[in-house]
């Protein structure tokens, strides 16, 4: 098993891409606060399946407030620790402003759909957050999507057959009712405070 420790230089320079793609592609930026993802090209359409099987697109969240995060079901340590802070974050700021969180539709896309089926997807995501939904599909539909997301996954085989882990890129995503990207934190950088105030400043 690789050690907390040892994945984060890998997850922290997939990071820094992000942060690349942010600094060499910019669009026209919109009204109001701007965050670290504003104008970058990441995100947009894409086709995949949630964890009750039905067919979802860019389209099925229109009009909602997007907090993504890629990861897999059986990553070992950090996906977990990620999804927590997520799910406590988001929780604070449905406490404090429970309309607007209303607005807010958490996302979990994962970058394991051999394994991620959308039953097993469900039994995940339910021990994090009520609301929160898992997305899957084909290898192919999720291979497309994270790329459409600027998102690194590779896969590292075990020592046994189908014993692999999933190397990817580590970050909570925010993304806007139209969905265009807005900011994102990652690594120790990702507190449940952090993600609550990433909302308080950004949903309306």
């Known amino acids: 098993m690789i050690r907390r420790q040892s994945r984060w230089p890998l997850l922290l320079v997939a990071a820094g891409l992000v942060l690349l793609v942010v600094a060499l592609i910019q669009a026209p930026r919109r009204d109001g606060p701007q965050g670290n993802l504003e104008g970058a090209a990441v995100g947009g359409d894409f086709a995949l399946v949630d964890e009750d099987g039905r067919p979802v697109s860019h389209r099925s969240f229109a009009g909602r407030w997007r907090l993504m995060y890629f990861g897999y079901t059986f990553c070992p340590d950090v996906c977990p620790v990620d999804l927590g802070h997520l799910a406590r974050g988001l929780a604070q700021f449905e406490t404090e402003w429970p309309e607007r969180a209303l607005k807010v539709q958490p996302l979990f896309v994962t970058v394991d759909p051999e394994r991620d089926t959308p039953a097993v997807l469900k039994t995940f995501t339910a021990a994090f957050h009520p609301r929160l939904v898992g997305l899957t599909g084909t290898p192919e539909q999720v291979k497309a999507t994270l790329a459409t ?56």
């Open 149 to 204: 997301f600027r998102i690194h996954a590779s896969r590292r085989e075990g020592a046994t057959p189908g014993a692999y882990l999933m190397d990817h890129t580590a970050a909570l995503y925010l993304f806007d009712p139209e969905g265009r990207p807005v900011a994102f934190l990652a690594g120790p950088e990702a507190t449940p405070e952090a993600v609550r105030d990433l909302l308080a400043r950004f949903v309306r």
